[in-house]
T-cell receptor, first 115, second 113 residues
Framework: DQQVKQNSPSLSVQEGRISILNCDYTNSMFDYFLWYKKYPAEGPTFLIS?????DKNEDGRFTVFLNKSAKHLSLHIVPSQPGDSAVYFC??????????????FGKGTKLSVKP | DAGITQSPRHKVTETGTPVTLRCHQTENHRYMYWYRQDPGHGLRLIHY???????DKGEVSDGYSVSRSKTEDFLLTLESATSSQTSVYFCAIINGGRNSPLHFGNGTRLTVT
């Protein structure tokens, strides 16, 4: 049973517009959520995170929103740039058990930003 | 750059042979992790270490063992490789407190024929 779901395998956006990537989770015992970006033949790169006690976190062009009642997480990229084209993974950390690096990942969404 | 080096970067091996992947870090981090990435599965935790000689299992540990005899090195061993272990393997570290993210190496692509 998948605990972290990214239901859109791919997303295509025009340069300069907003990209919205979505993530749903089923376990209410997650306390920390992260987004990673991955280019081909490279490791995932940390992008932004949010604690479960917050509902929004911003870092430059990237904003993560957390809706705990809906168990929904989203990443907004504004404005989108061609260099943002990559696979984006949503991840969540269970509150109990394991260590701080024991993350549950979604399957990823491939973002394509067209010039 | 989290100072993580994975070796080899690519390996092709035959079913039934033993394989060891190495993760080397230069910054004395306590926690180290091995994840695998497969199409349709995202990344899944295999094993992790919380210190020298201290390791624990992750979600998909069957068929894998790990060792950490030095802080800087975390080895992942497939005792008898199977085709289902064809994957990209990523090592990761944590370099801060409780709400610190994982930082990943560039991965090892393993093909078991």
């Amino acid at each position: 049973d998948q605990q972290v779901k990214q239901n859109s395998p791919s997303l295509s956006v025009q340069e300069g517009r907003i990209s919205i990537l979505n993530c749903d989770y089923t376990n209410s015992m997650f306390d920390y959520f992260l987004w990673y970006k991955k280019y081909p033949a490279e490791g995932p790169t940390f992008l932004i995170s949010i604690s479960s006690i917050k509902d929004k976190n911003e870092d430059g062009r990237f904003t993560v929103f957390l809706n705990k009642s809906a168990k929904h997480l989203s990443l907004h990229i504004v404005p989108s740039q061609p260099g943002d084209s990559a696979v984006y993974f949503c991840a969540a950390r269970p509150m109990y058990g394991g260590s701080q690096g024991n993350l549950i990942f979604g399957k990823g969404t491939k973002l394509s930003v067209k010039p | 750059d989290a100072g993580i080096t994975q070796s080899p970067r690519h390996k092709v091996t035959e079913t039934g042979t033993p394989v060891t992947l190495r993760c080397h870090q230069t910054e004395n981090h306590r926690y180290m992790y091995w994840y695998r990435q497969d199409p349709g599965h995202g990344l899944r935790l295999i094993h992790y270490s919380y210190g020298v000689k201290d390791t624990d299992k992750g979600e998909v540990s069957d068929g894998y063992s790990v060792s950490r005899s030095k802080t800087e090195d975390f080895l992942l061993t497939l005792e008898s490789a199977t085709s289902s272990q064809t994957s990209v393997y990523f090592c990761a570290i944590i370099n801060g407190g409780r709400n610190s993210p994982l930082h990943f190496g560039n991965g090892t692509r393993l093909t078991v024929t």
